[in-house]
């Protein structure tokens, strides 16, 4: 299993992003697709999962209400809309699969992660 994170960059105060993840490697239907950021000195946060059977989205307290996430079947990508984005969203964000997940806020309920894309959000 392959998952690509892209889309970051460097956005102003109020700036939106959209992140990508392109999964690969076997079938996803018993997965829950998640995103998690890690800031410097800080433990992996929890931002937003969705499974993927039922495309039913799970939010994290951090971005509920500025963060959408979304997946498409086709072509096995999972996306993270972000908006009224602040400096203290700056941060790694990792996308991460996993089958069965009781607990998606969990990082440890998730098997494969990607390699992280950097949003930068400027003051």
């Known amino acids: 299993v392959q998952l690509q994170a892209s889309g970051g960059g460097l956005v102003p105060t109020g700036g939106s992003l959209r992140l990508s993840c392109a999964a690969s490697g076997r079938t996803f239907t018993d997965d829950a697709m998640g995103w998690f950021r890690q800031a410097p000195g800080e433990e992996r946060e929890f931002v937003a999962a969705i499974r993927w059977a039922s495309n039913s989205p799970f939010y994290g307290d951090s971005m509920r209400g500025r963060s959408t996430i979304a997946r498409d079947s086709v072509q096995n990508r999972v996306y993270l809309q972000m908006n009224s984005l602040k400096p203290e969203d700056t941060a790694v964000y990792y996308c991460?699969?996993?089958?069965?997940?009781?607990?998606?806020?969990?990082?440890?309920?998730?098997?494969?992660w990607g390699q992280g894309t950097q949003v930068t959000v400027s003051s």
């Open positions: 991460a699969t996993g089958q069965y997940p009781e607990r998606l806020s969990d990082p440890a309920q998730y098997e494969y």
